[in-house]
């Protein structure tokens, strides 16, 4: 009976293998998550932040605490790859404004990629320096070194989802996720 429960463990633990998750700092994190949430291969998406003063809120991100709004993306590489995922991003928001899209100004808006290990580093890496061949203007696009993440108060999570006819989500994320289904 043992031998058949730690074969079990095994693969689910094995199954589990090509599960991966990357976080990306795009503007409003609203923006990130909605987009995410309707690609195929993409198993969960979760908006918080990252990259400042440890335990932040809404209002201290808003306040400039260093923080980066983010959504964290789980996704299933045998279904899609991390390059998918860049090309998606990149797509969905302006990687060559600092620290706005759009009409969201502030250091919280920053495009970024945040990493865990040297593997996803070098993959992000050669995709920005052969991104860059398809933009007139820099890239700004910071890569960091994930040092911590915190989820951000559950109002925020699939804010899309649950407020469709709110009049950010009608004007500013229904387009982005209509340009990404194009």
């Known amino acids: 009976m043992k031998r058949i ?3 079990v463990i095994f693969m689910l633990s094995m199954a589990n293998a090509t599960q991966k998750s990357i976080i990306l700092g795009g503007g409003c994190f609203w923006c990130v998550e909605a987009v995410f949430e309707n690609v195929q291969g ?6 918080g932040y990252s990259g400042g003063k440890d335990n932040p809120s809404y209002e201290s ?6 923080n980066i709004e983010v959504a964290k ?3 299933d590489e045998k279904q899609i790859s991390l390059e998918k995922i860049l090309e998606i991003f990149f797509k969905m928001h302006d990687p060559t404004s600092v620290d706005k899209q759009g009409a969201d100004v502030g250091i919280q808006y920053r495009s970024a ?6 593997e996803d580093k070098k ?3 050669d995709f920005l320096n052969k991104q860059q061949e398809n933009y007139s203007l820099p890239i700004v696009t910071k890569l960091y070194k994930l040092k911590k993440y915190y989820k951000a108060e559950d109002y925020h999570q699939h804010y899309f989802k649950k407020n469709p006819n709110n009049s950010y ?11 990404i289904q194009e």
């Not at 990629?113 to 040297?118: A, T």
């Open 73 to 75: 993306i789980d996704f």
């Open 169 to 179: 989500c009608r004007f500013v994320i229904a387009p982005k996720i209509k340009k």
């Open 113 to 118: 990629i945040f990493y865990e290990n040297e």
């Open 42 to 47: 993409v198993t969960h998406t979760e908006v």
């Open 61 to 66: 991100v808003s306040r400039g605490d260093g």
């Open 123 to 125: 993959s992000i890496e």
């Open 5 to 7: 429960l730690l074969g």
